[in-house]
Structures are given as C-alpha cells and as structure tokens.
Nanobody, 123 residues
C-alpha cells in the first residue's frame, strides 16, 4: 500500500525555521519525482518544491527561493524540506506528493500525496 506520511510542522515565529519530513512506504522513492505543495486558508494549491528521481532537477516556487531547501534520502525513502526565514504568508498545510515525472509534478499532477502537516507562522 502506497503511503506518504508528513511530519515536522508546527507553530513558529516569523524568521524561524522548521524541517518537514515525508516518509514513503509501499514503494521505492528512487523512481519518482517527489516534492511539497501547500494550501493556505482561502488560497489555491501552490507547488512549493520538488526534486526529480534521477538527474537531480529541483524546482522551487519563486515565493520560497533562497529560503527553502529540498533534499531526499533514497536509502531512508524520505524527503525533507528545510524552511528558513519563515513568513506569515508561509502559513499553510504542507503536503508531500509524488508524480511520474518532473514536468508533471510542476504542473501539480500528482500520483500520491499524504495527509499534510500544518505550518503556522505567527508572532
């Protein structure tokens, strides 16, 4: 059974940092593009970042470039999102999602996704 489980969300003050983790089970992460999208209150879904399975291609939304870093550990079947310099507008539920290809992922075409983890940035 394919499963993605996110963790690491929470409440943080503006300027703070969080590290999200997504553990995959039921399939090998090696062969999938995987990344994070978010949905804030009253907002549309936004692709935040993804990393390809093979050639190391990485995508970041303009809104997070220079602040967020995605990485993957295929041996642990886990992907991470290091979020620094957090802003109130980063408040959202963050979901981990896979796609058959990098080009499909950036169009927000997902094969599987998790239940999400809440990130709240507030003073």
């Amino acid at each position: 059974q394919v499963q993605l489980v996110e963790s690491g969300g929470g409440l943080v003050q503006p300027g703070g940092s969080l590290r999200l983790s997504c553990a995959a089970s039921g399939f090998a992460l090696d062969y999938h593009t995987i990344g994070w999208f978010r949905q804030g209150p009253g907002k549309e879904r936004e692709g935040v970042s993804c990393i390809s399975s093979s050639d190391g291609n990485i995508y970041y939304a303009d809104s997070v470039k220079g602040r967020f870093t995605i990485s993957r550990d295929n041996a642990k079947n886990t992907v991470y999102l290091q979020m620094n310099s957090l802003k109130p507008e980063d408040t959202a539920v963050y979901y981990c999602a896979t796609s058959p290809s990098f080009s499909l992922w950036v169009t927000l075409f997902f094969g599987s996704w998790g239940q999400g983890t809440q990130v709240t940035v507030s003073s």
